[in-house]
């Protein structure tokens, strides 16, 4: 069985708001049984699965963690939505707060207009994938951070155990920075295909303005706040 299932149902379980003992009952089997499946200890059948999603209502690839969607839906690039496809229903009206999240969340959205522009530029499938890698930490790290911020909610949503998801986290973000850094120097680490010599796009702050005329003061304020976090201040 699937190492993500023990921890979904269990997830589902505590979601509804049912004990054990009910969930149990409400799917024909031992409350015994029941804990060994949401402990890994033992595996079920495939007709059990069924009657899970069934009584859940969920799709059984949600139960076997082959997809993030409890319908079983797949995402294909074209339904993905644009960033800004929610208008302006998540901004906090009325709260003077409200503006340094919005205006912060631009300066990000438009830095990375420009760096996946340079990187459609390389045209390097592993350099993107491990750059995408980085940056998707980056923000798994912070959602959890912030997730974990109420004790209300279910950590059953995440795999890795609360006291090991910030080392994890940590050194894959190290491990797809070094990979990265190792493509644009031409190696190839784990067989990776680096990009070819000289594809990486010359640039400057003159360059970037006349590339990316929406985009470029953005980054350019990016690089000039993140110096300033790092305690180092442009002579």
């Known amino acids: 069985m699937n190492i993500d299932f023990a921890r979904i149902i269990t997830l589902l379980r505590k979601e509804r708001g049912s004990s054990q003992k009910k969930a149990a009952q409400d799917l024909g089997i031992s409350q015994a049984l029941l804990s060994h499946y949401e402990k890994g200890i033992r595996e079920c059948g495939l007709d059990f699965v069924v009657k899970v999603a069934d009584y859940y209502g969920v799709s059984c690839d949600y139960l076997l963690g082959r997809t993030p969607e409890r319908s079983g839906a797949t995402i294909s690039v074209e339904e993905i939505p644009e960033p800004d496809a929610g208008g302006r ?11 340094l999240p919005v205006l912060n969340k631009k300066l990000l959205a438009n830095s990375l207009n420009i760096l996946y522009g340079a ?12 750059v ?4 998707s930490l980056a923000v798994y790290r912070v959602f959890r951070l912030l997730y974990s911020a109420n004790s209300k909610n279910p950590q059953g949503l995440f795999a890795v155990p609360p006291r090991q998801y910030d080392g994890r986290s940590r050194a894959a973000q ?19 295909e680096p990009p070819e010599k000289g594809s990486a796009p010359s640039s400057s702050p003159e360059k970037l303005s006349e590339d990316y005329p929406l985009f470029a003061t953005s980054l350019l304020n990016l690089v000039q706040n993140a110096e300033k976090r790092m305690g180092v201040k442009k002579a």
């Open 119 to 130: 990187l459609q530029r390389i045209n390097c499938r592993a350099l993107t994938s491990e």
């Open 89 to 99: 229903d998540n901004i906090l009206h009325g709260r003077k707060e409200s503006l």
């Open 174 to 192: 190290e491990i797809a920075l070094s990979n990265a850094s190792c493509l644009l120097a031409g190696e190839g680490p784990d067989g990776m």
């Open 132 to 135: 995408s890698a980085y940056l």
